[in-house]
């Protein structure tokens, strides 16, 4: 089995280009589905999960065209209303077909998603949404079916601002009929990005005051469309930079998608230092410890709470992290355990109390960011360390030895 071996202990050094965002790059491929004409997608990064959606894209007919970091989706021929069962169960992000199939054909078969293992993750939501702009929704065993001859505009009130919830229905409502209001909109960046290429394509949608305002339309065109860096990288890499003591500069990032990780990063006592699409971050002296919990943006993102423990784990002090967005999401913990770290977990919220040093282990990544966790522990921690089940990582880390090694990082992919 393909693993990383991880000599760590020393600091990271220089320079990484961040990737295209992997949660903006789904949904934009997804997008496609909505017009006939060719949509091209620049800065896609190639990720398991972005090869997950492009498969499902062309299952469903559609002729996917990847050059590099562009990706061009064009007319197959018809669309089909039916998701094959495999791609979806790979990846949560797949179940998005259901709302674009459902508003082109007015039919759509899509079987329940699989993803990370991070709780419960229903679908809820997405269906309330569907149904409220007129779909009849039937579940049967592991499949959802939604016929609706036309959408029609709705105002939809999410109980939880819900980002695949909200990319759903925003899609969907622009080929509906009338205006569709999204009360407690999800407006992560990743969210923002698909609105941006939605109204290139001819859609018209606003967000005011914590709500998407979506005018139907007919139909919708093709574009080209760069989607925005990857603010999940960028934040794992300078907290790679914090753990291991280090001075590493990310490039080509958005500062203002990651103004509460930096904020969370200065009070540990880093310094950081933002240039036109850069931010560089050092570390003196070992991390003073915070308190803090995850919550819809503009709040601490739940995928970058298993790095920030990891580096919680070595502060001078007593930390604790709430987790408020998914459950069962601090299970790697018991890793960072028998590396040495002192965390106890009591429901949602993480006690970290930290240490001087973590040593080595061999471990399997459990799901993306957890994997990612453990690879910035091991980087920091003394001796070798192992981690396979890589295809977790591969999922959301386009080349993350490559990058590593390029700042320093003594990690192989071995196998
Ligand atoms: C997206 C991101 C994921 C990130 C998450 C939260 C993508 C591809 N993935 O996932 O990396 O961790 O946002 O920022 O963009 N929920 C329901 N019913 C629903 C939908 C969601 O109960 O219908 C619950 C989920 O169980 C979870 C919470 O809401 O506890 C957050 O889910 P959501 O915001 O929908 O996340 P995803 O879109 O799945």
Redesign the pocket.
């Known amino acids: 089995m393909e693993h990383f071996v991880i000599r760590g202990d020393r600091p990271l050094l220089g320079t990484i280009t961040i990737s295209g965002a992997?949660?903006a790059a789904?949904p934009a491929c997804v997008a496609s589905l909505l017009t006939d004409d060719e949509v091209t997608i620049d800065h896609v990064p190639r990720l398991r999960d972005v090869q997950t959606i492009l498969s499902t894209i062309s299952s469903l007919g559609k002729l996917v065209v990847r050059d590099g970091e562009r990706v061009s989706i064009a007319c197959g021929g018809e669309i089909h209303s039916e998701a094959q069962a495999g791609f979806v169960e790979q990846m949560?992000?797949s179940f998005l077909v259901l709302g674009p199939l459902v508003a082109r054909l007015g039919r759509a078969l899509v079987p329940l998603p699989g993803g990370c293992k991070i709780?419960?993750?229903?679908?809820?939501?997405?269906l309330h949404g569907l149904r409220a702009l007129g779909a009849r929704v039937t579940e049967k065993g592991n499949t959802v079916t939604l016929v609706a001859k036309h959408l029609r505009g709705a105002r939809i009130s999410l109980p939880?601002?819900?980002?695949?919830?909200t990319e759903q229905i925003a899609m969907s409502a622009c080929l509906a009929k009338g205006e569709t209001v999204i009360e407690n909109a999800?407006w992560?960046p990743?969210v923002m990005d698909l609105v941006a290429l939605l109204n290139d394509m001819g859609g018209e949608i606003e967000y005011r005051d914590g709500s998407l305002h979506v005018r139907g339309r007919p139909t919708l065109h093709g574009t080209r469309h760069a989607v925005i860096p990857d603010r999940m990288e960028a934040g794992t890499y300078l907290i790679a930079s914090a753990i291991t003591g280090g001075d590493v500069t990310v490039r080509g990032v958005v500062p203002e998608h990651l103004r509460l990780l930096l904020s969370i990063l200065s009070e540990m006592g880093c310094k950081i230092e933002e240039t036109d699409g850069a931010i560089r971050l050092t570390r003196g002296s070992r991390p003073h410890p915070i308190d803090t919990i995850t919550a819809?943006y503009p709040g601490f993102?739940?995928?970058l709470q298993p790095p920030l423990v990891a580096l919680l784990s070595l502060a001078q002090g007593k930390s604790s992290v709430e987790e408020r967005?998914?459950?069962h999401r601090f299970t790697y913990t018991a890793t960072l355990r028998q590396m040495g770290a002192r965390i106890t977990v009591s429901g949602r919220r993480a006690v970290i109390t930290g240490v001087d040093k973590l040593h080595a282990t061999a471990a399997s990544a459990p799901d993306i960011r957890a994997g990612a966790a453990l690879v910035l522990a091991a980087l920091a921690a003394q001796g070798e360390s192992t981690i396979d089940n890589l295809e977790q990582i591969d999922r959301g880390y386009e080349h993350m030895a490559q990058k590593l090694r390029s700042i320093g990082g003594d990690i192989e992919r071995v196998g």
């Open positions: 992997k949660n789904l949560r992000a709780g419960a993750r229903s679908v809820d939501l997405h939880f601002p819900s980002v695949g919830a999800a992560e990743e819809p993102p739940t995928d967005i998914f459950e």
